[in-house]
């Protein structure tokens, strides 16, 4: 049982900047593919962004450009750098595999990007 915390999320001010963390205990992650995830208020969870076990990338269109995935293998550790934020980014942020296992879902880090 893998169990993964998300933490980073916040209050940003539209064109500000956050930096996204999820912490995997119990079982490394290191031969997973991992993902980020969101949802908005009202909306279902839609796919943002991948990492593979070798560091291959990938993006949903609508934040290419401005986020950027990576991985800590050493640390357990999963990042969501977000940059040039703007207000429809507004969502519950997740991370889980890629594509997700219904059991791995943690509670999730807010972020809110004002206008």
């Known amino acids: 049982q893998v169990q993964l915390v998300e933490s980073g999320g916040g209050l940003v001010q539209a064109g500000g900047s956050l930096r996204l963390s999820c912490a995997a205990s119990g079982r490394t992650f290191s031969s997973y593919d991992m993902g980020w995830y969101r949802q908005a208020p009202g909306k279902e969870r839609v796919f943002v962004a991948a990492i593979g076990w070798s560091g291959s990338t990938s993006y949903t269109d609508s934040v290419k450009g401005r986020f950027t995935i990576s991985r800590d293998n050493a640390k357990n550790t999963l990042y969501l750098q977000m940059n040039s934020l703007k207000p429809e980014d507004t969502a519950i942020y997740y991370c889980?595999?890629?594509?997700?296992?219904?059991?791995?879902w943690g509670q999730g880090t807010q972020v809110t990007v004002s206008s």
């Open positions: 889980n595999r890629q594509p997700p296992v219904y059991g791995w």
